[in-house]
């Protein structure tokens, strides 16, 4: 069955373009999420506080939700408030927004799991999803368009990325 995730790390090309190499994941959007306004564009999220987010859509009978958000965690920095990489600023802060109420526990019990793993206060913010502005056209699969775009995620993620889909055992653990 197809379901939605949104997730903000950052600048969301690098995020959308992993996902998207990622089995199990049907379909990615980019866009601005749970914001102070129901309209925005790139010019704007500063002030109306949206967080670049991407909305995933994945089919839970290949890839589960707690596989995603492990996935996730691998390419953001969970402790640092408003800023991926180079990327600083509210707009590019961590966020997990969901839209079905179960996925809320579920989210809880990834974020407890990962806690473990760091010294430093977990930031990621969760929410349920306010709102999700469509990004601008020149915006959607933007790293493919423009290789040598700047990310915040580095080259060899892509690759480790492509590298669990063939294993059979890894997709939705």
Request: aromatic share 12%; hydrophobic share 30%; charged share 30%.
């Amino acid at each position: 069955m197809e379901r939605k995730i949104y997730l903000a790390g950052g600048c969301f090309w690098g995020v959308e373009k992993y996902f998207r190499l990622i089995k199990g994941i049907v379909s990615t959007r980019v866009g601005y999420a749970n914001g102070t306004t129901k309209r925005t564009t790139y010019e704007d999220i500063k002030d109306t506080m949206h967080a670049e987010t991407v909305e995933l859509t994945y089919d839970d009978e290949i890839i589960s939700l707690p596989f995603i958000l492990d996935l996730y965690y691998e390419i953001i920095d969970p402790t640092t408030l408003n800023q991926q990489g180079n990327d600083i600023g509210s707009q590019y802060r961590s966020g997990i927004y969901y839209i079905d109420n179960d996925d809320e526990t579920i989210i809880i019990q990834s974020l407890q799991r990962l806690k473990n793993k760091y010294k430093d206060h977990i930031v990621v913010e969760v929410e349920k999803l306010k709102n999700f502005v469509l990004a601008e056209g020149y915006h959607q699969n933007y790293l493919d368009k423009n290789p040598r775009g700047y990310c915040h995620i580095d080259d060899s993620v892509y690759e480790r990325a492509k590298a669990i889909n063939e294993d059979p055992y890894l997709v939705n653990k």
